[in-house]
């Protein structure tokens, strides 16, 4: 298997180096693409040339770490400048008498691409807004209850998890998740979470981790959490656009949503998802009392907005299915792929995320075996950098820290093979 993969890796990354000394592409990137199955597609360095022509790039050093936001293509940013040059001339003409008209259609369009009612979702300036709202105004906790979460979750939401508890008189369960894992033992595991602690009321479930990019079976762990009478808030942060999926993949009844991320939006965008049939059981925000409490709108109150980024959203949408979100999705995985399978069998290094397609999508971690402080990982990410390689380390794992390795759109299978002898030569280092 290791061979295969590194016969691809070399092959792709000759391919890659023919069309880097050829001449840039500058043209548009063609509107639609018919190249076969998306495993195929995500192999074609012709095509990806092509996509990664559209963003600007620093050429100072290769970045694995865009899993703190994503890069805009060159076309969205344009249109985030022209979207800012028009709101600063019109200025509170705008705003006041043509935004909300003009926002309507993005807000149909984010809608439909999830499979959602238009009433079930509302804009956010990004998922920790999203999953606060959820999370702070959860009706159903009462005292005795408890709410759960993993050592992967996202830090500001466990203690999201923990502040509601207390306020409500509740307690709280926290998980560890294992390390290693697969798709069978983690529902095993959320399933004897679940049995062992029948006064969870209320799950705190992370689509795509952070910290070391585990992508969780998030609907078989909801629909047996229903079964338990505990209600499901999913961080889909990391999914919605690294993965191609829509509302109903995930069964959950309140979803917290990035669009900045791998959706490729101008920071401060995000999206909040509550079921119909559940609004009631999300309270409206302190400031929407007493006269708005209707919508899902209530739920939230951010005081006046980024309207050129909330107006800059459909050029994102637009970059993002020229490409094809299941193309994205391949091509994502294939960069992971390419650099995992050199370093999966080195005895010194742990690569914490694993290989079933099941459990991951681009996002992977490693640590350096024995070094498991936040320091020792600091390290390895500054000298990774002096290697010309840019990842970050992240905290929280129960094992220890690790090093996160986020690919994007723009990066090669050659940024893929720099990065493996860059680990080379740390090990040698260190």
């Known amino acids: 298997m290791k061979l295969t993969r590194r016969l691809v890796m070399k092959g792709a990354t000759a391919t890659a180096a023919s069309f880097n000394a050829a001449a840039a592409y500058a043209g548009p990137v063609p509107l639609s693409v018919d190249e076969g199955p998306e495993v195929n597609l995500a192999q074609d360095e012709i095509y990806w040339q092509k996509i990664a022509a559209q963003y600007d790039v620093t050429p100072n ?26 709101v600063n001339r019109e200025n509170s003409s705008y705003a006041r008498q043509n935004f909300y008209k003009d926002l309507q259609p993005i807000q149909q369009r984010l809608a439909a691409m999830l499979g959602a009612g238009e009433d079930e979702i509302a804009l956010t300036r990004g998922a920790t807004e999203a999953l606060q709202a959820l999370i702070g105004g959860y009706r159903l906790l009462q005292p005795g209850n408890a709410v759960m979460y993993a050592d992967l ?11 509601l508890a207390e306020r409500k008189g509740a307690g709280v369960v926290r998980i560890v998740i294992p390390e290693p894992v697969t798709h069978d033992e983690l529902i095993e595991f959320y399933r004897t979470a679940l049995t062992d602690n029948p006064q969870v009321r209320l799950l705190l479930l992370t689509h795509i981790s952070h910290r070391t990019g585990l992508k969780i079976p998030v609907r078989n762990i909801v629909e047996m959490a229903r079964q338990h009478g505990v209600d499901c808030v999913v961080d889909a942060a990391h999914s919605w656009g690294q993965t191609d999926f829509r509302i109903d993949d ?19 965008a995000g999206l909040m998802y509550i079921r119909r049939s559940r609004l009631a059981d999300i309270a409206p925000n302190i400031s929407e009392r007493p006269d708005g409490i209707g919508t899902i709108h209530h739920r939230l109150h ?117 990065l493996v002898g860059a680990l080379r030569q740390l090990l040698m280092e260190i």
């Not at 995930?250 to 401060?268: E, R, T």
Request: net charge negative.
């Open 302 to 418: 951010t005081g006046t907005t980024n309207f050129a980024t909330l107006l800059t959203i459909n050029d994102a949408l637009d970059f993002h299915e020229m490409v094809g979100p299941a193309h994205k999705e391949a091509r994502l995985a294939y960069l992971r792929d390419l650099w995992v399978g050199e370093m999966r069998s080195v005895d010194r290094l742990d690569i914490l995320t694993p290989d079933d397609p099941r459990l991951h999508a681009g996002i992977t971690s490693f640590r350096v075996k024995g070094m498991t402080s936040v320091d020792a990982n600091k390290d390895i990410v500054r000298r990774l950098s002096q290697h010309g390689v840019f990842t970050v380390h992240r905290t929280g794992v129960s094992n220890g820290a690790c090093v996160r390795v986020t690919p994007a759109l723009y990066n090669t299978p050659d940024d893929c093979l720099k």
């Open 250 to 268: 995930l069964g959950a009844d309140f979803v917290g949503f990035n669009l900045h991320k791998w959706m490729g939006a101008p920071i401060g």
């Open 61 to 86: 050093i290769v970045n694995f770490e865009n899993g703190y936001w994503g890069l805009m293509a060159r076309p969205v940013m344009e249109a985030f400048f022209r979207h800012t040059e028009r």
């Open 153 to 163: 979750d996202y830090d500001s939401m466990q203690v999201a998890m923990e502040t």
